[in-house]
């Protein structure tokens, strides 16, 4: 089941890239309201159409996974989103990991690896 390895990464990494993109698209965008200004800022943000994109891309290839992989082994595989997501909020939002985080994270990926085994 080590095949399942790189898909998910590569999966977790187009999920993560999303929401990353999405972040740096709201903090650009007004409030949300129902107004033609907001509406507005959604349809000319370059980054949240590169979330959407990412989102999309990552859908399909969430569709392979689990169409070649066991349910089971495929879904537990998606936390590892977590890992990236951590790593993406140090280097792109300059945040502050505690060791308890860091530990947390080293426990998904020995659960992801066991689950992989």
């Known amino acids: 089941m080590w095949r ?3 898909y998910a990464i590569l ?6 890239a999303g929401q990353v993109f999405l972040k740096f698209a709201m903090t650009r965008m007004p409030a949300f309201s129902w107004t033609r200004e907001f509406w507005g800022s959604i349809l000319t943000n370059w980054q949240f159409a590169a979330s959407g ?3 999309g891309a990552a859908s399909l290839l969430w569709m392979y996974i689990v169409k070649h992989f ?13 890992v990236f997501g951590m790593l993406a909020a140090i280097l792109f939002f300059h ?7 860091w530990l ?3 426990l998904i990926v020995l ?3 066991l689950i992989a085994k």
């Open 104 to 106: 947390g994270v080293a």
């Open 53 to 55: 994109l990412l989102f």
């Open 95 to 101: 945040e502050e990991v505690s060791v308890w985080k």
């Open 11 to 16: 999966q977790c990494i187009l999920l993560t």
């Open 4 to 6: 399942i390895i790189p």
């Open 70 to 82: 066991p349910f089971s082994t495929a879904y537990p595989m998606a936390s590892l989103c977590y």
């Open 111 to 113: 659960g992801c690896m």
